[in-house]
């Protein structure tokens, strides 16, 4: 199923999960996997208008535009916005397409699959205008994006590996407690979720039951609940992760802790470069993207949730081979 060129409409199947139904209608979830926001006056309409016919005009062209070089998959709330703004600061690295729409990702390798290749291309500039770009600077330049739903989504792993198989990748891991609880204020602040953090969690298995076999047994199945309401189940790393490791060859993947990008940014951009292949360079500050601040996890629910992802970190550790230091 393709849809039309530059179809940035919202999803319109409707949220399916069990559990608790919200008091209220949710919010429309945009393509780019965040709440759709009405555009307002005349200016902000005809700028909606604009960037829809360059996605129609960068549909149209896709035969001629790049593919990525490199992907950010996550983790959710574990920094992957931060991580990709350092890099487009790289001089050698290129923004999507247009530039100034300053889009992360697409969501392609999750909930856009459908959307058709077309779509997805329609993203990247073109290889001439990279190819220029390159000549002028004297170095190659390198064209990504960041996705963190990428990092749990069951079929990412392998379209992406279908789709661009020399791509290199990057997953920033949380501490899964912390993460959960960023990821609950994140939904709550944009109106997806409505219950108190013990609630969403006792609700957590009943929401998302079945969804994941669901979404194996039918690709063309995406799950609102399995997206924004997998507090717990998204730090579950060593399945998510562990579909990367068997899809793609341990040199295109880098896989890094949030916390030691948190306290030493400069060293982790530095492998990041390295990963790369990108010639040394220093943002002129490394600052905190999408960071928002929450209410601190209550030390019982802290305690009792560390408990209950103990085992995944375990099993983390052992699919990694090193210790996290998140117990």
């Given at each position: 199923m393709s849809p039309a060129a530059g179809n940035d409409a919202v999803h319109s199947e409707s949220p399916r999960f069990q559990g608790p139904q919200p008091p209220q209608p949710l919010p429309a979830i945009s393509p780019y996997g965040g709440p759709v926001r009405e555009r307002d006056g005349l200016a902000d309409q005809l700028k909606g208008a604009s960037l829809a016919a360059l996605r129609r005009y960068g549909a149209l062209t896709?035969?001629?535009?790049?593919?990525?070089?490199?992907l950010i998959i996550g983790t959710k709330r574990g920094g992957s916005t931060s991580l990709a703004r350092w890099v487009l600061q790289h001089p050698d690295v290129g923004s999507l397409f247009p530039a100034r729409e300053t889009r992360k990702g697409t969501y392609y390798f999750d909930v856009n699959y459908n959307r058709g290749?077309?779509?997805?291309?329609?993203?990247?500039?073109?290889?001439?205008?990279?190819?220029?770009?390159?000549?002028?600077?004297?170095?190659?330049?390198?064209?990504?994006?960041?996705v963190p739903y990428y990092l749990h989504h069951p079929h990412a792993p392998s379209r992406a590996r279908s789709y661009a198989p020399d791509a290199k990748i990057i997953a920033l891991l949380?501490?899964?407690?912390?993460?959960?609880?960023?990821?609950?204020?994140?939904?709550t602040r944009n109106g997806v979720e409505w219950l108190p953090f013990d609630q969403a969690l006792a609700a957590e298995s009943e929401r998302l039951d079945g969804e994941e076999e669901r979404m194996i047994a039918d690709p063309d199945y995406t799950s609102f609940a399995h997206q924004h309401f997998?507090?717990?189940?998204?730090?579950?790393?060593?399945?998510?992760?562990?579909?990367?490791?068997?899809?793609?060859?341990?040199?295109?993947?880098?896989?890094?802790?949030?916390?030691?990008?948190?306290?030493?940014?400069?060293?982790?951009?530095?492998q990041v470069l390295d990963f790369l292949g990108l010639k040394p360079f220093e943002p002129a500050e490394f600052g905190a993207w999408n960071m928002k601040a929450t209410s601190s996890l209550p030390p019982e629910q802290e305690s009792s949730l560390r408990q209950l992802l103990q085992?995944?970190?375990?099993?983390?550790?052992?699919l990694l081979n090193r210790e996290m230091g998140w117990s």
């Open positions: 896709a035969h001629l535009r790049m593919t990525p070089d490199y290749s077309s779509w997805y291309r329609s993203h990247f500039p073109t290889r001439v205008a990279v190819a220029l770009q390159s000549r002028r600077s004297g170095s190659k330049q390198v064209i990504g994006e960041a949380r501490d899964p407690v912390q993460r959960a609880f960023g990821h609950w204020g994140e939904r997998g507090y717990v189940d998204q730090g579950r790393y060593e399945r998510g992760l562990g579909r990367w490791i068997e899809q793609w060859p341990a040199s295109q993947l880098l896989i890094l802790r949030s916390e030691d990008m948190y306290q030493n940014p400069a060293d982790v951009y530095g085992p995944s970190i375990d099993a983390t550790e052992k």
